[in-house]
């Protein structure tokens, strides 16, 4: 027996009418007839008792009712979750992010919209390390991730270009740079730099004021970065959006004069993603972004 049996067995046990079924189901009564003939006849037992204009069920066919309702509702069930899986309306998603993702907001933005939109796509949302984040997507664990720009990605990886910003410099509160009324490029020349995971801010400051930056340690995290400062180790360039974000003891932010530094986040996945759910996510985010350019 076929599913298609189910279906004609249940029309015909509610309309209790052979001729009423086959209009319901769209076939001629003849061939409703013969298919539930068949299904008597694999099963060994009646399941109808036929009478001139309306029928009952058998005792077999009362405990068939029962198993079939529930075999098609599953059937049907598994067929709408493989069309709404297949249209990434369902599924699962491993994202990753840097913590400027955060402090900027967008990463929170993002994430509710796609949620909103699909409720029943699960995502799991954890910091990384961005050194690594670039090949753990090219090999495939994990999905998509939010890193700051601009940096080498592997080859099969591509990048979508979200929000940009500028720097600000972040020093200990007792630094003799909080006695310029202005902050330059120049004025960093001796200073020792505190890098985060993405120096190219440090290094076009250090480009504008002309020398090459005395490169301190480079800790990970902005947390990380912004308490070797608040230890009095050095400066730190870091993202404006790092302000009122990261707060701690002994460090002052402030913002360099005519500095033209800018960095960006990008949301990198894999070229040719084949999951429907987080194509629908990158889709999504690259929409969004040309909205917003």
Known sequence: MEIRHFRYFLAVARQRNFTRAAEQLGIAPPTLSRQ???????LGTRLFIRQQREVSLTEAGAALLIEAEATVRQFEFAQ??????????IGH????????????????????????DFPDVSLSVRESPMATLPGLVA??????????????????VEAVRLNSEGFVLALPQDSW???????????????????PEQISGTLQ????????????????????????????QGVAVVPESVVGHVSLPNVVY????????????????????????????????RQRAKLEI
């Open 80 to 89: 709408r979750n493989a069309q709404r899986a297949g249209r990434g309306e």
């Open 139 to 156: 090999d495939g664990r994990f999905d998509i991730g939010y890193i700051r720009s601009p940096m080498t990605l592997p080859e099969g």
């Open 93 to 116: 998603i491993e994202l990753r992010y840097v913590a400027s993702a955060v402090y900027s907001g967008l990463l929170q933005r993002q994430v509710q919209s796609f949620c909103g």
């Open 177 to 195: 740079l909080l006695g310029l009324k202005a902050i330059s490029c120049e004025h960093l020349q001796n200073e020792t730099f505190i890098l």
């Open 254 to 285: 402030r913002t360099i004069e005519g500095s033209e530094a800018s960095s960006w986040l990008s949301l990198i996945h894999r070229r040719f993603e084949k999951a429907p759910a987080v194509a629908r996510y990158i889709e999504q985010v």
């Open 205 to 232: 400051v250090a480009a504008q004021g002309g020398y090459a930056p005395r490169l301190g340690p480079q800790p990970g995290g902005l947390v990380a970065v912004i308490a070797l400062v608040s230890l009095g």
């Open 36 to 42: 539930i003939q068949d299904m008597e006849n694999t």
